[in-house]
């Protein structure tokens, strides 16, 4: 299941198309709006996203780490437009036979797509400014030397 | 041969539209390299995000050596920042 959403992300239907009898495990990762990033209180972000071709290097993602980890079920939800404060931008659910590996995906998943999916996070700032999110990485065709940071508001943004 | 070009985010917003058509005439096919000269040339605000940017041809990451034709789908794509 592979999705980009323009509402807020509903989990249980997530986690209804992770779950199967032969999975013993199942990690959910989800990313939500913080607040406070590098000392700026972030209102608000809002995304933007390539909506093709985000859908097709999220496909590519879920059929590597399947086949990568030996996944049994692999789901990969993005929301865009504007997602406020505390509520879920991303959500990820791998399982698999054992834990090691829905772990594993996991965390390969999340910091993957956040190098390679066309997708991109707009700050809204409390003191009004705003400001889109393009860290200074590798083309995403390389992503292997692209930085990555593991919160969803980007750290490694500002001039 | 005029190629369209799709933009988002900050070029998006830099350029005041999510699409342009680029004129470009070579004595060779144009290929990526030769977008991106064309682009700063004509748009000069885009100077600092194409530095960054890469592109996609049909909905795939492209090279700078990817040949260009005006059947295909191109987009302007700034450094990534979803999750």
Not at chain 1, 20 to 44: C, I, P, Y
Not at chain 1, 140 to 154: G, H, W
Not at chain 2, 33 to 55: A, G, Q, R, V, Y
């Amino acid at each position: 299941m592979i999705q980009i959403v323009d509402e807020p992300i509903d989990l249980v239907p997530i986690i209804a198309a992770s779950q199967s009898n032969s999975a013993g495990a199942m990690v959910l990762f989800t990313g939500s709006t913080r607040e406070f990033t590098s000392g700026k209180q972030t209102t608000t972000l809002k995304y933007d996203c390539y909506r093709e071709m985000a859908l097709l290097e999220m496909e590519k993602l879920r059929e590597q780490a399947t086949e990568r980890w030996q996944l049994v079920n692999c789901v990969l939800v993005h929301r865009i437009g504007e997602v406020p404060l505390g509520e879920m931008s991303v959500a990820i659910a791998t399982a698999s036979g054992h834990r090691p590996q829905a772990y594993e995906a996991s965390r390969w998943l999340i910091d993957e797509l956040k190098k390679r999916v066309p997708i991109w996070k707009q700050e809204n700032y409390a003191d009004g400014s705003t400001e889109w999110v393009h860290p200074n990485s590798d083309s995403p065709a390389n992503s292997d030397s692209s930085q990555v940071c593991d919160s969803t508001n980007s750290e490694n943004s500002k001039p | 041969m005029i190629l369209k070009v799709q933009f988002f985010a900050a070029a998006k917003e830099l350029l005041g539209k999510s699409e342009l058509d680029c004129q470009i005439e070579l004595d060779r096919p144009a290929n990526i390299s030769d977008l991106k000269d064309f682009l700063t040339t004509h748009h000069p605000e885009l100077t600092d995000i194409l530095k960054t940017s890469t592109f996609s041809v049909d909905r795939q990451y492209a090279t700078p050596q990817t040949v260009l034709n005006p059947d295909q789908e191109i987009a302007c794509i700034p450094p990534v920042s979803g999750g």
